[in-house]
């Protein structure tokens, strides 16, 4: 068996010059040479529902073969074709949605059958399904390599390749929806210290709600932003705050700079629309969380399976896009976290999202439903995921939904 080394080195030489449609069969074929039977690619949906096979949409359809004709074997030396059913699969209930959920590789019971994570950073792109006729464990670090690898090949090519967004979207999406995740960054993003995570529905149709965070400097940047409206326009004006919040921070504004920039931006160019925010910086090394609020719900402070009451609510400062400028900057207010915090924050879509019966789903049962989540030893993606499928089920939407969650735990 080639060396893993010279066999993973040789599949990254060979998609430099590929389409996504090429990456199946060359992560397959690098699987073959590590001993595998073979390996093949799922990705998780928008909305994390379901796990589909990075396969070409219309593969190429095989001669026919005649009933007493045997059936040509490949030879070695020939790239192999990708394995394994081509049929999405469900994340709930399946094996393979497990090693997603927990983001560890599960075995089948006969020990021929193997799913790996794909892991970017901390965001969950989806598994790959790995066959052998058993697994050791110097197989398996070899799986988790290779799985490792083609995340990379995959991210790679998700900005520009029309076969990724294909395989991981279950339906058409709004104009103004695609203009919002043209502009927010992952889902997750974390250190061993911070992880942040992210959730923005309905994932096809938003139209005014957006998120951003970023890692810089020992800092996590974190904005919430709610535009007026639900069409191109309140899209329009959540882009246009997230660029003047990264332009702002970026020439090292402070927060009620950020906040300002927004505001006159807004007022100047799309004035009909008014936004609001939540705008924030945590200190990683010391814990300090950091935030302004401009006309939007208080973020939730959890701290060891609890909300500790009206630690983070503040008189809110105006919405942004009326202009008001330098006059009226938003005042910073400060908590220190302890290690193991949770902050918590959210838009009105999700508190404001009814049952069949016309009942909320409130504050505060947004806050069971993550701390349950969280007690049940669910990671901070896999904790939202699960509020989301839950919002779903058993209440409707009216507006833009988005929940970010934010843990400080140092390492």
């Known amino acids: ?30 699987g073959r040479k590590l001993g595998l039977s073979g390996a093949q690619v799922y990705l998780a949906d928008l909305q994390q529902a379901r796990l589909t096979p990075l396969v070409h949409p219309a593969p ?5 073969i005649e009933p007493n004709e045997p059936k040509e074997t490949s030879k070695p030396t020939e790239p192999s074709k990708p394995m394994g059913p081509s ?10 949605g497990l090693a997603y959920r927990t983001q560890r590789t599960q075995r089948s019971r006969d020990d021929c059958t ?11 792109v989806g598994v790959l399904r790995v066959t052998a006729p058993c697994f050791e464990d110097a197989l398996l670090e070899s799986c988790a390599a290779l799985s490792g690898l083609a995340t990379l090949l995959v991210m790679a090519k998700a900005s520009h390749d029309e076969l990724v967004v294909d395989r991981t979207r279950s339906r058409t999406m709004t104009t103004q929806a695609e203009l919002l995740w043209a502009f927010v960054p992952p889902r997750t993003i974390g250190t061993d210290d911070v992880t ?23 800092v996590l940047h974190l904005a919430l932003l709610d535009a007026m409206g639900h069409d191109l326009a309140s899209g329009g004006a959540s882009a246009v705050a997230l660029g003047a919040s990264r332009a702002t921070r970026r020439a090292g504004g402070t927060l009620a700079d950020i906040a300002t920039t927004i505001d006159t931006t807004l007022s100047e160019w799309i004035p009909d629309r008014l936004l609001t925010a939540v705008i924030a910086r945590l200190d990683i090394a010391t814990g300090q969380f950091t935030w302004i609020n401009c006309g ?21 400062h105006l919405p942004l896009g009326l202009g008001l400028g330098q006059a009226a900057a938003p005042d910073e207010h400060h908590i220190r976290l302890q290690p193991g915090d949770r902050v918590l924050l959210y838009s009105d879509g999700v508190t404001e999202a009814r049952t069949s019966d016309g009942s909320l789903f409130g504050e505060q049962r947004l806050a069971d439903s993550v701390i349950l989540s969280m007690a049940s030893g669910n990671a901070p993606p896999e904790t939202l995921r699960r509020l989301v499928r839950n919002l779903h089920e058993h209440h409707r939407l009216h507006d833009d939904a988005t929940i970010m969650l934010v843990r400080w735990h140092p390492h």
């Open 1 to 30: 068996m080639p060396n893993e080394d010279a066999v993973l080195s040789a599949l990254l030489s060979s998609s430099n010059r590929v389409t996504a449609a090429d990456i199946p069969a060359l992560i397959d074929e690098a």
């Open 60 to 64: 190429e359809t095989p001669s026919p």
């Open 87 to 96: 049929e999405p699969i469900q994340i709930e209930g399946s094996m393979a």
């Open 114 to 124: 193997a799913w790996v994570p794909m892991i970017d950073g901390v965001e969950r």
């Open 196 to 218: 942040s995570t992210a959730i923005l529905e309905p994932a096809y149709e938003a139209g005014g709600d957006a998120f951003d965070h970023s890692l810089g400097d020992g």
């Open 296 to 316: 939007h719900p208080p973020p939730l402070l959890i701290r060891e399976g609890h909300v500790v009451p009206q630690a983070m609510e503040f008189p809110a």
